[in-house]
């Protein structure tokens, strides 16, 4: 069992930057692959970016890459979400979840385990 808990979210102008973390609870951080993903108002949940047990690889949804960076942090059972260059499109609820693969996945359903999310707003 894996709880996680998201901050960081907040009210940023376009242009902005800001960090999310989502704080894992438990000893078996390392047995998952994580995601962020979002929801906009009367929008599906869509994929953000993963990265890997190890952290080593990663991987973005085109309308982020460039501008978003994950990472996480072993040590600490916490994963990043680094946001630059915010755009009003961004705004939505953000999500990290965890999976049992050992890699990156890309749809909702393969993960395991989700926070509560925090919201993002970008104004313009």
């Known amino acids: 069992q894996v709880q996680l808990v998201e901050s960081g979210g907040g009210l940023v102008q376009a242009g902005g930057s800001l960090r999310l973390s989502c704080a894992a609870s438990g000893r078996t951080f390392i047995s998952y692959a994580m995601g962020w993903f979002r929801q906009a108002p009367g929008k599906e949940r869509e994929f953000v970016a993963a990265i890997r047990r190890s952290g080593g690889s990663t991987y973005y949804a085109d309308s982020v890459k460039g501008r978003f960076s994950i990472s996480r942090d072993n040590a600490k059972n916490t994963v990043y979400l680094q946001m630059n260059s915010l755009k009003p499109e961004d705004t939505a609820v953000y999500y990290c979840?965890?999976?049992?693969?050992?890699?990156?996945?890309?749809?909702?359903?393969?993960?395991?385990?989700w926070g509560q999310g925090t919201q993002v707003t970008v104004s313009s």
């Open positions: 979840a965890a999976t049992s693969y050992l890699t990156w996945r890309l749809e909702a359903n393969e993960y395991d385990y």
